[in-house]
């Protein structure tokens, strides 16, 4: 069975940093592009980053670009983003999401984590 | 970016009744549209890719149907677990999500 599972969510600044992690099985993690993608309280969804099954390939938001790195750890089944500068309209829960198919980022969200939540506020 | 305008905001019905549920897109996006459900508490669950093919584990009575800009998920004979929201999502250029429908019960 795919599992997704995040951790890091936390009470933050504003300007602060958090770093999210989320921990892969079931499927075989080096083959797939993975995702973070957030939901604000009572709100919809919005993508926020994406990274190759190799990790040599990252996408971002304009919304969060320069400001949230995505890296991987195929060795480890792992996936974070590092996130900084971290404003209030940052404040959502945090979901990792594999990739529907073996094929690239094609931003078809396949398997979703239960998510993390981030709260930025002073 | 191409905007993605979900129809009605919020469906009441009754267990057993006709869903349809509509999603517009601001430009072409072909086939490249996909469907969620979620449900209170719970992360979205992949319904639909493709516009039109169920993904794995999804019940027959869940379709999708069109192409380019008009799209429309369809749920037949709804069931009490259906009841939820649900977003559509086009992935041709970059990736942008609909507002979501709630699909309440009446």
């Known amino acids: 069975e795919e599992q997704l599972v995040e951790s890091g969510g936390d009470l933050v600044r504003p300007g602060g940093s958090l770093r999210l992690s989320c921990s892969a099985s079931?499927?075989?993690?080096?083959?797939?592009?993975m995702h973070w993608v957030r939901q604000a309280p009572g709100q919809g969804l919005e993508f926020v980053s994406a990274?190759?099954?190799?990790?040599?390939?990252?996408k971002y938001a304009d919304s969060v670009k320069g400001r949230f790195t995505i890296i991987r750890d195929n060795s480890n089944n792992m996936v974070s983003l590092q996130m900084t500068s971290l404003r209030p309209e940052d404040t959502a829960v945090y979901y990792c999401?594999?990739?529907?198919?073996?094929?690239?980022?094609?931003?078809?969200?396949?398997?979703w984590g239960q998510g993390t939540l981030v709260t930025v506020s002073s | 970016e191409i905007a993605m305008t979900q129809s009605p905001a919020t469906l009441s019905l009754s267990p057993g009744e006709r869903a349809t549920l509509s999603c517009r897109a601001s430009?072409?996006?072909?086939?490249?549209l996909v469907w969620y459900q979620q449900k209170p508490g719970q992360p979205p669950r992949l319904l639909i890719y493709?516009?039109?093919i169920r993904a794995a584990g999804i019940p027959a009575r869940f379709s999708g149907s069109g192409s380019g800009t008009e799209f429309t998920l369809t749920i037949n004979s709804l069931q009490s677990e259906d009841f939820a929201v649900y977003f559509c999502?086009?992935?041709?250029?970059?990736?942008?999500f609909g507002g979501g429908t709630k699909v309440d019960i009446k």
């Open positions: 430009e072409s996006v072909g086939n490249d």
């Open positions: 999502q086009q992935y041709n250029n970059w990736v942008t």
């Open positions: 493709g516009a039109s």
């Open positions: 999401v594999k990739e529907l198919k073996v094929r690239g980022v094609m931003f078809q969200f396949g398997h």
């Open positions: 079931g499927f075989p993690f080096n083959y797939y592009a």
């Open positions: 990274i190759s099954s190799d990790g040599e390939s990252t």
